[in-house]
């Protein structure tokens, strides 16, 4: 089953506008391999100009978006927003999202279903913490996270699952590519299960968590990973050897 392989650039709340120009003038300079699907995802005050400046061979996706198009809701971005400046991606879900702000399963799932009927993609996160892992919890949690949004979308052609262990984010300390792969395998048989075998084959299921310039093969080598959804090293210029992790097949 071929699925193209996808690297997203998670920046969070790094970057300021000097940096903005010299990660555009970057991934401009990166052959980007015919394979790979790139997206980065800077923080909402810099997608209009990464848009505007970057190659159209390389998405741009935002961090969030809300559950309505548009209203009293301080703060908040749309994705009618997003998708009038352009912008075809959105992450959702991400564990810092969830942690920090609060945000729970449901509203993320919401907040799925909103973007795809707006017709801006989404990156969707699942993951567990390390205390659930060590739990043997580690399905529970991410099938009930995917749960949550499986029942609110029909059409899964434009949504990524990054599976992102939150022990692993920022840490350093990767997930080994046994470890991911056996998540991976099973997210992908839950979508057999409880969505249908097209999607579970079609859908693809990144990693995310300390992947960086090194790591990255190794773990590209299992055959349920489809990409990296990267934060830190996003911000490097190992980047561009992520991005051309399949440059070689
Ligand atoms: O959260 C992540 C990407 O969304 C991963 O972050 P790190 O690559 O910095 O561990």
Request: aromatic share 8%; glycine share 8%.
């Amino acid at each position: 089953m071929s699925r193209k392989f996808f690297i997203g650039g998670n920046w969070k709340m790094n970057g300021d506008v000097a940096f903005v120009k010299s990660h555009v003038n970057f991934i401009n300079d990166t052959e980007i391999p015919a394979n790979t699907e790139v997206v980065i995802a800077p923080p909402y005050i810099y997608l209009d100009s990464v848009r505007k400046h970057l190659k159209k061979e390389v998405g741009v996706s935002a961090q969030n978006s809300y559950t309505k198009s548009s209203g009293a809701y301080t703060g908040e971005i749309s994705p009618e927003q997003l998708k009038d400046l352009g912008i075809e991606w959105v992450i959702l879900g991400h564990s810092e999202r969830r942690e920090i702000f609060k945000e729970s399963d449901e509203f993320v799932g919401e907040k799925v279903a909103h973007a795809l009927a707006t017709g801006v993609k989404v990156i969707a996160c699942v993951g567990e913490k390390l205390e659930e892992r060590e739990a043997n919890l580690t399905e529970e949690v991410v099938f009930r996270q995917l749960r949550a949004i499986a029942d609110r979308i029909k059409d899964w052609t434009h949504v990524v699952i990054a599976y992102e262990p939150v022990w692993a984010i920022g840490t350093g300390k990767v997930a080994t590519p046994t470890q991911a792969q056996q998540v991976h395998i099973a997210l992908r048989d839950w979508l057999r299960n409880n969505v249908s075998a097209h999607v579970a084959d079609h859908t693809r299921i990144i990693y995310g968590g300390s992947v960086n310039g090194k790591n990255c093969r190794d773990l590209s080598s299992e055959g349920d990973i489809d990409g990296f959804l990267v934060g830190g090293a996003c911000l490097k210029p190992e980047f561009s050897d992520i991005v051309r992790t399949k440059a070689h097949l």
